[in-house]
Antibody
């Protein structure tokens, strides 16, 4: 069974940093693109970033470029999102999802990030 | 950026009746390889999103056959042949032709 489990969310002050992790199991992690999607409270879905199989290609939504970094460790079956210079508008549930352009076919339960003083 | 526009934004449906959601993109999602890079997702209340349809019309594993996707280029439709109570939630279309990947605003389906 495919499982994606996010962790690392929490309350952080504006300008602070957090590192989200997503532990994957139940499939061959190293051959799949991985994606982060977020959802602000009461709002719709927003794609944040994705990374290819070996971590050499990474893409970001403009609003996080230069502040967030997506990475992966295929030995640990994990994908990460390093978030720096956090802003109030980054407050959201962050979902880890498997895949990219043939469908995000598995999603985690999400981890809540709250940016507030 | 490719802008995705869904309609309607709210959809009350009597169980057993059909339902249809439209999604339009500001640019064609038809790739030269013949694929339309358009997916549909359902987010049930309190749950993570789940993939329903990929590449415009490919039903995801485990998705009931009452769900179907159609369309090409800039106009796409998700149809539910007979709505069931478990289908309530917010439906999103998403384009994956090019980054930034973008979602529609969402369509909230509720049963009457």
């Amino acid at each position: 069974e495919v499982q994606l489990v996010e962790s690392g969310g929490g309350l952080v002050q504006p300008g602070g940093s957090l590192r989200l992790s997503c532990a994957a199991s139940g499939f061959t992690f190293r051959i799949r693109w991985m994606t982060w999607v977020r959802q602000a409270p009461g709002k719709g879905l927003e794609w944040v970033a994705n990374v290819n199989q070996d971590g050499s290609d990474r893409y970001y939504v403009d609003s996080v470029k230069g502040r967030f970094t997506i990475s992966r460790d295929n030995a640990k079956n994990s994908v990460y999102l390093q978030m720096n210079s956090l802003r109030a508008e980054d407050t959201a549930v962050y979902y880890c999802a498997r895949g990219w352009n043939s469908g995000l076919d598995s999603w985690g339960l999400g981890t809540l990030v709250t940016v507030s003083s | 950026d490719i802008v995705m526009t869904q309609s309607p934004l709210s959809l009350p449906v009597t169980p057993g009746e059909p339902a249809s959601i439209s999604c339009r993109s500001s640019q064609s999602l038809l790739h030269s390889n013949g694929n339309n890079y358009l997916d549909w997702y359902l987010q049930k209340p309190g749950q993570s999103p789940q993939l329903l349809i990929s590449l415009g019309s490919n039903r995801a594993s485990g998705v009931p056959d009452r769900f179907s996707g159609s369309g090409s280029g800039t106009d796409f439709t998700l149809k539910i042949s007979r709505v069931e109570a478990e289908d309530v939630g917010v439906y999103y279309c998403m384009q994956v032709l090019r980054t930034p990947i973008t979602f529609g605003q969402g369509t909230r389906l509720e049963t009457k």
